[in-house]
């Protein structure tokens, strides 16, 4: 089976959902590499390292939400400070415990965002992003 995304970043400090997103991740063969930062800080700088080393950002991000040091919604504010030329075919997507309403709002008024995802992401969940990615 051909994976769908050469590689995506999951961004999230907590080792548990980390180890339950990566395991279902890798049962559907979503992609061949998983990038993982546990908070915004390190993630903003990682992909500012792999811009200038490679010129790609992973296509897909799955983003908590709740970090320490820099959390999701800091990390979103710093993204979009990224050329958008550098940017735009990446697709973030908020995985987060929160079910609190003003959250999903929040996400949505962020144009970088395509969906919020309730912890933990299911194969089902991951569907949604292929088939996103695929149209």
């Known amino acids: ?10 961004i999230d400090d907590d080792p548990i959902s980390v180890f339950g ?12 590499e998983i990038i993982v930062y546990e908070n915004g800080y390190e993630a903003i700088n990682g992909l500012k390292d792999l811009l200038n080393t490679n010129g790609n950002i ?18 979103l504010e710093d993204f979009v400070k990224i ?7 990446v697709r973030i997507y908020i995985v987060s415990s929160s079910v609190d309403p ?8 962020y144009s970088a965002v395509n969906n919020f995802f309730v912890k933990p992401v299911t194969t089902i969940d ?3 992003v292929i088939d996103e990615i695929s149209e």
């Open 1 to 10: 089976m051909i994976e769908y995304v050469e590689n995506a970043c999951v």
């Open 21 to 32: 997103l990566k395991k279902t991740i890798k049962e559907i063969k979503f992609c061949k």
């Open 58 to 75: 992973p296509p897909i991000i799955f983003l908590d939400l709740n970090m320490p040091i820099m959390d999701g919604w800091d990390f």
């Open 83 to 89: 050329p958008e030329e550098n940017r735009k075919n």
């Open 102 to 109: 003003r959250d999903l709002i929040k996400a949505k008024s």
């Open 126 to 128: 991951l569907q949604k």
